[in-house]
């Protein structure tokens, strides 16, 4: 799987958007952009995830560049909940099981 | 979305004991789950692999003496730590999903080995 390069922390205040970084620039043709978050001491909770076009759910937006090699996350109105250990993560959405692997990551602190 | 419970979410126990650690699918069947190890301040690194009906995948540099998995259904993994010790404290997490799904994570289990 492609390796992905984060920022190590970022700040954001309560109620404004949270733009949070991934660079991906190895990724293959049929690797997916997956985020996830870890709130301390919990386990990982999944948000969203894309392979070429934008995405959005309830939790978040996913925006993909034209040519793959980076991705933003974005929490559109973020929340002293939203503090956590985001990850985004590239694997191969044809394989059959989910083994991911995680790496540094990007602290969000949000703040009043 | 999918549902993975783990149990215990904290544990201790004695330098030498075994500690069983569960981790259920509650609402879909998991014929691969993932076990994972987090120390503090560091990322998830996975573990091994576990396999209904056969026998887990371990990573390099994973003891598979010192950790047992079994997958004996489809809604049930188990890692055992055996002889624990207090270099096995860690934060354990076990995840599983369908096919070409996204992954679901169970709530973590804090080992602490005194």
């Known amino acids: 799987d492609a390796k992905t390069t984060q920022p190590t922390s970022m700040d954001c205040a309560e109620g404004r958007a949270a733009n949070l970084p991934c660079n991906h620039s190895?990724?293959?043709?049929?690797?997916?952009v997956y985020w996830y978050r870890q709130i301390h001491s919990q386990g990982p909770q999944y948000i969203i995830h894309?392979?070429?076009n934008n995405e959005t759910n309830e939790m978040a937006s996913l925006i993909i560049t034209e040519d793959r090699k980076s991705s933003t996350l974005i929490l559109p109105h973020a929340t002293l909940r939203d503090t956590a250990v985001y990850y985004c993560?590239?694997?191969?959405?044809?394989?059959?099981?989910?083994?991911?692997?995680f790496g540094t990551g990007t602290r969000l602190l949000v703040s009043p | 979305g999918a549902v993975v419970s783990q149990h215990p979410s904290r544990v201790i126990c004695k330098s030498g004991t075994s500690v069983k650690i569960e981790c259920r699918s509650l609402?879909?069947?998991?014929?691969?789950m993932f076990w994972y190890r987090q120390f503090p301040k560091q990322s998830l690194m996975l573990m091994a692999t576990s396999n209904e009906g056969s026998k887990a995948t371990y990573e390099q540099g994973v003891e598979k003496d010192k950790f047992l998995i079994n997958h004996a259904s489809l809604t049930l993994s188990t890692l055992t730590v055996t002889s624990a010790h207090p270099e096995d404290s860690s934060f354990y997490i076990c995840s599983g999903g369908g096919r070409n799904t996204e992954a679901f994570f169970g709530q973590g289990t804090r080992l602490t080995v005194v």
């Open positions: 190895t990724i293959s043709g049929n690797e997916y």
């Open positions: 993560i590239v694997r191969a959405g044809n394989t059959g099981f989910q083994k991911l692997v």
């Open positions: 609402d879909f069947q998991a014929t691969t």
């Open positions: 894309g392979l070429k």
